[in-house]
């Protein structure tokens, strides 16, 4: 069975600390793996899709990598703002167009 | 651009009533699909369409219906509606593959 398991749950940072987030999938044949922010009382946004073990895509302070089993969002030197639920999703070969969701980090960083 | 438009924004509904979803894109999207949301759960698939008369059920589809008569529109149908519908209610387009565009989305209580 496809799955998708994210952590940790939940992060606290103060501003500049830089840390990450991680996302693990089990897929049979993986098509592409997505990263999402979505705010509070908002509907998820794209921020990056990976379709291949090494690569990489940044966007500001965030930075997504990809492995064979995990991909990491990276937050470097985070601010306020930043402060949001990070979604990740991954999209399988073979499962007409169907993206598996995690549960989702929530993060929150403290001036 | 409006993107994908969901309405309505919230409602109540009673323990055995029905009622529609709506959600319409002017992206010219073939993939449409919705999704709920509950706190600690991710988001879950309901039902999805690929093209205008194809629709097909996702993770949780009972209790829910849904249609595709045009390539805008993908209505969610709730029959005789239970407390287990209690949720936030997302609906997502894309073209092809690629990521999600949500609209804001519904919150549904039933009691």
């Known amino acids: 069975e496809d799955q998708v398991t994210q952590s940790p749950e939940a992060l606290r940072l103060q501003e500049g ?10 897929v049979s044949g993986l098509r592409g793996l997505f990263w999402y922010r979505q705010d509070p009382g908002k509907g ?11 690569e990489e895509k940044e966007k500001e302070r965030l930075k997504a990598t990809l492995t064979k089993k ?7 030197a985070p601010k306020p703002e930043d402060s949001a639920t990070y979604l990740c999703a991954v999209q399988a070969r073979g499962t007409g167009n169907q993206f598996y969701f995690g549960t989702g980090t929530s993060l929150t960083v403290i001036p | 651009n409006a993107g994908v438009t969901q309405t309505p924004k919230f409602h109540i509904l009673k323990i055995g009533q029905s009622m529609t979803l709506q959600c319409t894109q002017d992206m010219n ?3 449409m699909y919705w999704y709920r949301q509950d706190p600690g759960m991710g988001l879950k698939l309901i039902y999805y369409s690929v093209g205008a008369g194809i629709t097909d059920k996702g ?12 390539t805008e529109d993908f209505p969610l149908r709730l029959e005789l509606a239970a407390p287990s519908q209690t949720s936030v209610y997302f609906c997502a387009s894309t073209q092809v593959t690629g990521e999600l565009f949500f609209g804001e989305g519904s919150r549904l209580t039933v009691l």
């Open chain 1, 17 to 26: 600390e830089s840390s990450s987030l991680n996302c693990s999938y089990t």
């Open chain 1, 44 to 54: 998820p946004e794209f921020l990056f899709t990976l379709y291949s073990a090494g």
């Open chain 1, 70 to 76: 995990e991909s990491f969002l990276h937050i470097t």
């Open chain 2, 29 to 31: 999207h073939n993939y």
């Open chain 2, 59 to 70: 993770e949780v589809p009972n209790g829910y219906n849904v249609s595709r008569s045009t």
